[in-house]
């Protein structure tokens, strides 16, 4: 059975860190192209950057500058460190797993809020 966890979220200042981490089992992810994406109430969920199985990484132009994704392929895990938070990166924050399948995460919340 393959399970996507990810964990590290919370409620956050404005200006502050976070760092989030998505765990896999069932899968070797090394395998895998690696994302994370999220979902603010009301919207739709929207790419926030991906890992390429050779370690390339993209991002959205809302978050570069600010947030990075790493992955190790020996732990099985993605992560997403998050830098100047703003209160519109209000969201749950999901991790995905994509090669010849797809899987997803239960998602984890991330609040920015004084």
């Known amino acids: 059975q393959v399970r996507l966890v990810e964990s590290g979220g919370g409620l956050v200042q404005p200006g502050g860190s976070l760092r989030l981490s998505c765990a896999a089992s069932?899968?070797?992810?090394?395998?895998?192209?690696m994302g994370w994406y999220r979902q603010a109430p009301g919207k739709q969920r929207e790419l926030v950057a991906t890992i390429l199985s050779g370690g390339n990484t993209d991002y959205a132009e809302f978050v570069k500058g600010r947030f990075t994704i790493t992955r190790d392929n020996a732990e099985n895990a993605v992560y997403l460190q998050m830098n100047s938070l703003k209160p519109e990166d209000t969201a749950v924050y999901y991790c995905r797993a994509v090669w010849a399948s797809d899987y997803w995460g239960q998602g984890t919340q991330v609040t920015v809020s004084s």
């Open positions: 069932g899968i070797s992810t090394r395998y895998y192209t």
